[in-house]
């Protein structure tokens, strides 16, 4: 089983767009941390944690990247790809983090009154340019983990749009704040929360599928097309799964016992050939057994 041509190009495009992304979030974190100490927002706070989360999730997404890159070998012979989701997993682990504290700091705030908010113009100038570098991320990590059929990408991208919808609502909540409802600032930050796990929830639901070996293809829609080649008597033992970009199948066909075995190697190929213009695959394994 050969690595498909390009993945090797395909991993060095993800880690570049992910430290181009790693400086930008580097970027948008060192602003916030001014604002939230200038402002003493507790939501501006929670934003800044989160933006600290996401400095965090490229750093382990590089170094995840480069183990998923690897080209299959004796221990992983379906290759590393599952290592990209169990990324995409890690990510979901610090959102949890970051709802948690963005709560716990919100409801006290709520309960104690806390320190008043005192955003300027310039803290809400600042925070408007974090939101314009953020929805720039989501736009061009979205594109690039579509192009590129990357799990982490998109759970990154995930995690940038709740950054987004955060600071957003931050902008609102300091906005108000200066209009005199010194509420807003911890009522927004639990409705963040909301928002965040809702986030959460899309990203495990997109892992899962891949980690517990989910069938990429139908098994009834592989079988008619292998019956259409001509020389296949039957189709059985079908089983496809998802690892990252890739995607496999195997089943084995039976062909005339009377077939030599260079004809039933030339039917098996023959199958094999229509993996991707039928399904998409990139690596089929078709055995021939005489029947």
Known sequence: MVPVAGSETRTRTIRRVLAGILVANILVLLTKAVVSVRSGSLAVLGDTIHSFIDAGNNIIALAVIRVAGKAPDD?????????????ALVVVVFLSASILELMRGAISRLITGGTPV???????????????????????????????????????????????????AVIGGLVLTRAGYPWADPVLALVVSAMIVRIGVAIVRRSIPSLV????????????????ISGVRSVSDIRSRRAADQRFA????????????????????????????DFGLDHVVVPAQPR
């Open 213 to 228: 070996d989910e069938a990429v293809v139908g098994r009834e829609a592989v079988r008619r097309a292998a019956m259409r």
């Open 75 to 87: 221990d992983h012979p379906y290759g590393h790809g599952k290592f990209e989701t169990l990324g």
């Open 250 to 277: 195997e089943l084995t066909i039976g062909v005339d016992g009377h077939e030599d075995v260079a004809t039933a190697h030339r039917i098996a190929d023959q199958v094999e050939a229509r993996r991707h213009p």
């Open 118 to 168: 005192a955003p300027t113009t310039t803290d809400l100038a600042l925070m408007g340019a974090t939101l314009v570098v953020n929805l720039w991320v989501v736009w061009y990590e979205t594109g690039a983990g579509h192009r590129l059929q990357s799990e982490i990408l998109l759970a990154d991208a995930a995690h940038t749009r709740a950054d987004v919808i955060i600071t957003v």
